[in-house]
Antibody, heavy 124, light 108 residues
Framework: QVQLQESGPGLVKPSETLSLTCTVS????????WSWIRQPPGKGLQWIGY???????NYNPSLQSRVTLSLDTSKNDFSLRLTSVTPADTAVYFC??????????????????WGQGTLVTVSS | SSELTQDPALSVALGQTVRITCQGD??????ASWYQQKSGQAPVLVIY???DRPSGIPDRFSGSRSGNTASLTITGAKAEDEADYYC???????????FGGGTKLTVL
C-alpha cells in the first residue's frame, strides 16, 4: 500500500521560506510523477507543481517564481520550497502521487495517492 | 479558458440521484478525474478516465462527459456521500494541472 506523509514546520513567518518534505512508503520515487497541492482554509484545491526523478519539474504559473521542488531517491522523498511567503500562503499542504496519465478514448490525469496533509500557517 | 467551473453547492435526498458537473474548455480533449473530500480529510480519487473507479469505490459513483462538460453521478446517494467533490484536468494548453472550485454536496 502506497503511503505519503508530509512533514515540516507548521508556522512560518512572513517573507521567510516554507519547506516541507513528503516521505513515500510502499513505492519508489524513482517512478511516477510526484506533486504538491494546497488548500487554503475553507477554499478549494490548488496544484502547486510536480517533479519526476528524471529531473523534470512543472509549476503552477501563479507560483512559479517562488516554488522549487526537489526529489531524493535515496531517501525516497520529495520536497517543496516556497519563498517569500505571505499570509495568503496559509493552507493545508498535501503531497500526492501524480499526475498519472491514464489513456483511454481520451487521456485523463489523476492523483491516486495522497498524504493526510499538513497545515502551514504564515504569521508573525 | 484555463478554468474548471463547478456549482458551489448541491443537495440530494437520501437514496436519490445527483449529478455534479464540471465545465471547461480543456475537457474537450481530456477526461476529468473526480475526488471526494470529507471534512478534515485528504481528497480521495473516485472516478478517472471515461468512467473508471479505483478499487474500493462503490459502483453508485459514475462518470460521463459531453462536449466541454464532465459529470459525476451518484446513484442512490447515501449519508456517507456528503462531502466536497472536485474535478481535475489539464488546462487548455495541456501543460498544467487545474482543479475545479469544488461542489459541496449535502445529503438530506
Amino acid at each position: 500500500q502506497v503511503q505519503l506523509q508530509e512533514s515540516g514546520p507548521g508556522l512560518v513567518k512572513p517573507s521567510e521560506t516554507l519547506s516541507l518534505t513528503c516521505t513515500v512508503s510502499g513505492d519508489s520515487t524513482s517512478a511516477y510523477y510526484w506533486s504538491w497541492i494546497r488548500q487554503p482554509p475553507g477554499k478549494g484545491l490548488q496544484w502547486i507543481g510536480y517533479i519526476h526523478s528524471s529531473g523534470t519539474t512543472n509549476y503552477n504559473p501563479s507560483l512559479q517564481s517562488r516554488v522549487t521542488l526537489s526529489l531524493d531517491t535515496s531517501k525516497n522523498d520529495f520536497s517543496l520550497r516556497l519563498t517569500s511567503v505571505t499570509p495568503a500562503d496559509t493552507a493545508v499542504y498535501f503531497c500526492a502521487r501524480g499526475p498519472v496519465t491514464y489513456h483511454s478514448t481520451l487521456p485523463s490525469t489523476l492523483f491516486d495517492y495522497w498524504g493526510q496533509g499538513t497545515l502551514v500557517t504564515v504569521s508573525s | 479558458s484555463s478554468e474548471l467551473t463547478q456549482d458551489p453547492a448541491l443537495s440530494v435526498a437520501l437514496g436519490q440521484t445527483v449529478r455534479i458537473t464540471c465545465q471547461g474548455d480543456s475537457l474537450r480533449g481530456y477526461y476529468a478525474s473526480w475526488y471526494q473530500q470529507k471534512s478534515g480529510q485528504a481528497p480521495v480519487l473516485v472516478i478517472y478516465g471515461k468512467n473508471d473507479r479505483p478499487s474500493g469505490i462503490p459502483d453508485r459513483f459514475s462518470g460521463s462527459r459531453s462536449g466541454n462538460t464532465a459529470s459525476l453521478t451518484i446513484t442512490g446517494a447515501k449519508a456517507e456521500d456528503e462531502a466536497d467533490y472536485y474535478c481535475n484536468s489539464r488546462d487548455s494548453s495541456g501543460n498544467h494541472l487545474i482543479f475545479g472550485g469544488g461542489t459541496k454536496l449535502t445529503v438530506l
